[in-house]
């Protein structure tokens, strides 16, 4: 069971995604810090004090890439924990 690097890389960015949503919604409601939510790949929505206007601006941050990173190390991880556990099993048996 060989897995290519594309799975790695989808599963990785799907699970940072889902971190960068959750890390978002600590800093917007549980810090209560400017920013009120932060969405995918870094971009952080800063509400401005006019009703119904929001600033978009790019950030790719150092927690951003840490993330991607570590979660990237984690799937190549498992997957060749998995891989390996497979082909000892087939000599065995």
Do not use: C, H
């Not at 209560?32 to 401005?48: A, F, I």
């Not at 799937?75 to 998995?82: C, P």
């Amino acid at each position: 069971m060989q897995m290519k690097m594309s799975k790695w890389f989808s599963l990785g960015v799907g699970v940072y995604v889902i971190l960068t949503i959750i890390d978002g919604f600590f800093e917007g409601f549980y810090y209560q810090s400017p920013s009120t939510w932060r969405t995918l790949m870094g971009v952080r929505v800063v509400k401005n004090f006019n009703p119904g206007e929001f600033n978009f601006s790019l950030l790719i941050t150092w927690k951003t890439l840490i993330y991607f990173i570590v979660i990237m190390l984690i799937w190549m991880a498992l997957y060749g924990f998995m891989d390996y556990m497979l082909k000892v099993n087939k000599k065995n048996g």
